[in-house]
């Protein structure tokens, strides 16, 4: 069998393969001789009809299924003996046989990109670190006290503030319904500085108001006319949130963790210190993936090679289809645009860190894996032993958790050969977007 291996365009190779007819030739005979075992013909018994009679009623059938059985056999033996490492399936682009050439075929497939590393070490990054302020506390301390408020009815006027339930009818200029535009039981908060709640002040039951607001064009300038809406008032609530004391931090049953202890809130001012311990714990977690995500994105600028094409496509739609179902409220558009550049960058680096992981020797154990699935265990109040043997005796999750702490383990070390530059930013600024990333 000759075999030779044509390098095109970007990740693809063309794998061509020639092979005697006396080879193929002595396959078929071999499944002619299986099947004359089990063809009954008239005339014979079953099993003893002539190999030569079998041949002649189903040889042709026979060597064209032969043929269709080697061929991948072909091109998988051709694969490996030249060490291709192929990322798809093959594409049989031709295939020709006759007694006098014997079989030929012709096979594309596409390869892992060959990935050349350059500086991946020494980097010089900005860390950014989030500092938690006393006003951030207080924020959070307010949010809780808002999820514990309950609501209480008003005999009364409207005031900042307050929360309403309206029906809401869209009207023309003239005051007209505008048909199919209304929308009953609305809840909204009135305040002073919305321009559609702020003419609700000092209304009553039963109450109805002209709203008016502005509205923009699809691209986004102002519409000549304003949108009228008739608001009708059917029930007005004062949020009544709860006094700030040791009363209200204890009702919580907030479990403050400081290390591998627990304890239960008992004071305002413990709720106060493990709203700051949270706080800065979270900004030290946006920080840390702040910086991978800039080191990842100098790498692969460094670093830079191509992707196969037909591998890279089906990731982007198998990518796209899991954006969809995760972020459903977002525009279409914006997840496509998205979702692609996140696809790609993640493609991209899963080759770069699989090559530097290589380079640099860095494997996780079996026994590594134990260890993280114990203080997952523990600090999840699970019993370890069954936590490990539903990850370990599972392919797929025991492969993925391997592959999740080899690139935290490759992070781990790049970082140690990182220069670190650290500038300080208010805890508001750690959730402005940067990139969708999985």
């Known amino acids: 069998m000759d075999v030779k291996i044509i390098p095109a365009e970007k990740c693809k190779r063309y794998i061509e393969v020639t092979m005697p007819a006396e080879e193929v030739e002595s396959r078929v005979t071999a499944e002619l001789r299986k099947y004359q075992k089990r063809v009954q013909i008239h005339g014979f018994r079953k099993g003893k009809a002539p190999l030569q009679l079998v041949k002649q009623i189903y040889g042709s059938a026979i060597r064209q299924e032969t043929i269709d059985e080697m061929i991948p056999e072909i091109i998988s033996d051709a694969r490996d003996k030249n060490g291709l490492k192929t990322v ?68 009364g006027e409207v005031q900042t503030g307050y929360i309403v339930v309206t029906d809401i009818q869209r009207v023309d200029a003239a005051g007209f319904p505008i048909i199919g535009n209304k929308h009953e039981d609305q809840r909204l908060q009135v305040t002073n500085d919305d321009e559609f709640t702020k003419p609700l002040i000092g209304a009553k039951v039963g109450d109805s108001r002209r709203v008016s607001i502005a509205e923009k064009r699809p691209d986004g300038t102002a519409a000549e006319q304003p949108a009228f809406y008739q608001v009708t008032v059917k029930e007005i609530s004062e949020k009544i949130l709860p006094a700030l004391d040791d009363a209200f931090a204890k009702n919580l049953n907030f479990i403050a963790k400081r290390g591998d202890q627990e304890k239960t809130i008992e004071t305002l001012e413990e709720l106060k210190q493990a709203i700051r311990d949270e706080l800065s714990s979270r900004a030290e977690h946006r920080s840390r993936e702040n910086l991978r995500n800039d080191l990842i994105d100098e790498l692969l600028k460094i670093n830079a090679f191509d992707l196969p094409e037909a591998m890279a496509e089906a990731y982007v739609q198998k990518f796209a289809e899991s954006m969809k179902a995760q972020f459903a409220g977002l525009p279409e558009e914006m997840l496509n645009n998205e979702g692609r550049a996140a696809a790609m960058r993640r493609l991209r680096w899963d080759f770069l860190r699989a090559r530097i992981a290589e380079v640099e020797g860095i494997e996780v154990s079996d026994e590594e894996m134990r260890e993280y699935l114990i203080a997952t265990a523990l600090s999840s109040k699970q019993e370890p032993q069954r936590l490990i043997n539903q990850t370990m005796n599972n392919a797929e999750k025991r492969d993925k958790l391997r592959d999740d702490l080899r690139e935290t383990k490759l992070l781990q070390f790049l970082e140690s050969q990182m220069k670190i530059r650290e500038r300080y930013a208010p805890y508001k600024d750690r959730e402005q977007s940067r990139i969708i990333t999985v």
Not at 94 to 112: H, T, W
Not at 119 to 138: A, P, R, S, W
């Open 88 to 155: 798809g399936p093959a594409n049989l682009e031709d295939r020709k046989y006759d007694e006098q050439n014997g079989l030929s075929v012709r096979a594309s497939v596409e390869v892992a990109p060959e990935v050349e590393l350059r500086n991946y070490k020494g980097l010089e990054l900005e860390k950014t670190i989030f500092g938690v302020e006393d006003q951030d506390v207080t924020e959070a301390i307010e949010g809780l006290r808002e999820q514990a408020a309950i609501m209480r009815v008003v005999d």
